[in-house]
């Protein structure tokens, strides 16, 4: 499986992005599809992913300022971010579940000035 991210990069606090991210190389449906991002010094935490139940989940910090979109069964998947704080600085990375299987993107990065 490959993800295709595109998206990120510096944007002054209270501005948005929007990062996308595209899978391919799967016969089998995704399970879940979404997005996490690591800080320097912190573990990586998910964002927001759907899951083919159609049930989306959000981090608590970004509930009402980012929004994903898409369609997991056909293997695309937005964030919107709005309103972004210094502290989403990270790099931010998709991710797919395939049979239990995850996969990652190879990150992009999001940078919010003060």
């Known amino acids: 499986v490959q993800l295709v991210e595109s998206g990120g990069g510096l944007v002054q606090a209270g501005g948005s992005l929007r990062l996308s991210c595209t899978a391919s190389?799967?016969?089998?449906?995704?399970?879940?599809l979404g997005w996490y991002r690591q800080a320097p010094g912190k573990q990586r935490e998910l964002v927001a992913a759907?899951?083919?139940?159609?049930?989306?989940r959000y981090l608590e910090s970004v509930k009402g300022r980012f929004t994903l979109s898409g369609d997991i069964n056909k293997n695309a998947v937005s964030l919107q971010m709005n309103n972004l704080k210094p502290e989403d600085t990270a790099i931010y990375y998709c991710?797919?579940?395939?049979?239990?299987?995850?996969?990652w993107g190879q990150g992009t990065q999001v940078t919010v000035s003060s």
């Open positions: 991710r797919a579940v395939v049979i239990g299987t995850l996969y």
């Open positions: 190389g799967t016969t089998y449906s995704i399970n879940s």
């Open positions: 759907i899951s083919l139940d159609g049930r989306i």
